[in-house]
């Protein structure tokens, strides 16, 4: 494939889906883009460079990514409490997953920027009326109503106040003392007050205390070692709405490279990975790490092909394969790309993105996804990974840390489908509650181990 020069804005032309076209006025986005372009950068090159060096390391099997947060960014939901429920019970995966397999946990959160969705319909129909669909906070409104649907370029503005924001509380939580391990019963939720998993989560802090007053005796302390007193947090999001990333991308001034300041990495989604469309050719010229969802359909030829444009020079942490089946169908898709992947040399980080292949509709009418079928799509991503000699890098879940009611079962605290209706908060797809999302790290630390 001969390629053109890449510029931030060498996308534009290029076939776009899910990137809306109807603004009702252009010259207003075009406003709204020139004015982010003048905005501070959320994230620096180092620290994007940094979380590379860092996948690098889960990509050649020495680190475990975990990556997780809610499906769609909400104006209405942006609340202090819940960016601290959310960066606890990530807190307590993570120290879950490395007490528990003995791996380092690169934390990845899908937050500060998440906002803009793909749709699988352009439309929405209720009782007989047919609006545009919602496209996530940063376009238009979740109302049910023919001006909430109007895409609003205003609405970026908002969300990049909302990201800057939400990164600035991120940054003290992980870096002013909220992170530090001697904080792990703190972390501990309520509402799991009582159940198996909060239990075995006390023992493991216990455990890890007691090994800290000896660690403390020794010398070795949170003030002497500063990987004890805070954290590396870092932010993603699916870098959808191109017209918003071009004007988040800067040059680095020390090593001259582009850099998209929006995130530390972005990921190409399942609809919008075409090698001959604008979100393809936008990521080729980030210097970010990026990541892909990949899933049913795609063949290996046409992954190799990607990654050639993706990933050029096979850098290690330079690109996250995020592997979204299902859990009845990954046993099937996913043995051909690893083994070509893995035939062909190539460095990636395997994900795995157990909730967007399992999503089901209830009799009620919710969307939701059954416990039991992530986890066996978590499990049999681990088989065919180990049986094809790859390690499995990751997860990305959706997920937040407060306690409600969209994705069923789960064995420390039962939703059941008729409780769905209770503590339906999702703005787009069902997430694991924080319970949920906890029991998940044990098991998946079993299975590490195992
Ligand atoms: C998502 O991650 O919210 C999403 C839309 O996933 P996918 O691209 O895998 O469908
Ligand atoms: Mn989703």
Redo the contacts with the bound molecule.
């Keep these: 494939m001969t390629q053109k020069r890449w510029s931030p804005s060498s996308w534009r032309g290029m076939p776009a889906l899910h990137i809306p076209d109807d603004y009702p006025d252009v010259q207003a986005l075009a406003d709204a883009e020139t004015e982010l372009k003048g905005y501070p950068p959320l994230v620096f090159a180092g620290e994007a460079q940094k979380l590379k060096q860092r996948l690098g390391e889960v990509a050649m099997g020495k680190a475990f990514l975990l990556q997780g947060g809610d499906?769609a960014e909400s104006f209405k939901e942006f609340h202090p409490d819940n960016l601290r429920d959310m960066f606890r019970v990530k807190m307590q995966m993570a120290v879950v997953l490395t007490y528990g397999a003995g791996q380092p946990v690169v934390k990845v959160g899908r937050i500060a920027g998440q906002f803009g969705?793909?749709r699988s319909s352009p439309v929405e129909v209720r009782d007989g009326i047919t609006l545009p669909s919602y496209r996530g906070d940063n376009i238009n409104g979740m109302e049910f109503s023919p001006e909430s649907r109007v895409p609003d370029p205003n609405r970026l503005i908002k969300a990049y106040g909302q990201s800057a924001s939400t990164l600035n509380l991120l940054r003290a939580f992980s870096m002013g003392g909220y992170a530090n391990l001697r904080n792990i019963h703190q972390w501990n939720l309520g509402f799991v007050e009582g159940s198996e998993t909060n239990e075995k989560y006390k023992v493991m802090a216990e455990k890890i205390s007691d090994a800290m007053d000896f660690m403390d005796a020794c010398g070795v302390t949170p003030d002497t070692t500063p990987q004890m007193a805070q954290t590396d947090y870092y932010t993603s999001h699916?870098g959808l709405l191109l017209g918003y990333e071009e004007a988040m991308t800067r040059i680095d001034s020390t090593s001259g490279r582009w850099y998209d300041t929006s995130a530390h990495m972005l990921w190409i989604?399942?609809?919008t990975r075409q090698l001959d469309h604008a979100h393809v050719e936008f990521f080729r010229g980030i210097d970010n790490p990026i990541a892909m969802?990949v899933?049913e359909g795609l063949e290996p030829d046409e992954l190799m092909q990607l990654l050639d444009v993706l990933n050029p020079h096979n850098e290690a942490g330079r690109i996250t394969l995020i592997a979204?089946y299902g859990h009845d169908k990954v046993a099937k898709g996913l043995p051909s790309l690893a083994r070509a992947v893995k035939r062909e040399g190539r460095h990636v980080v395997w994900s795995c993105?157990p909730m967007?292949g399992n999503t089901i509709k209830t009799g009620t009418g919710y969307k939701t996804r059954p416990f039991d079928n992530i986890l066996s799509e978590v499990k049999g991503f681990m088989q065919v990974l180990h049986s094809e000699n790859c390690w499995p890098g990751g997860v990305h879940f959706e997920m937040t840390g407060q306690n409600v009611t969209e994705c069923v079962g789960g064995s420390a605290q039962v939703v059941r489908e008729e409780d769905l209706s209770s503590r339906y908060h999702t703005h787009c797809?069902p997430r694991l509650n924080a319970t949920q999302a906890l029991e998940l790290a044990f098991q998946i630390a079993e299975e590490l181990k195992s």
């Design positions: 499906c969705k793909p699916e989604g399942n609809r969802k899933g979204r993105d967007h797809d």
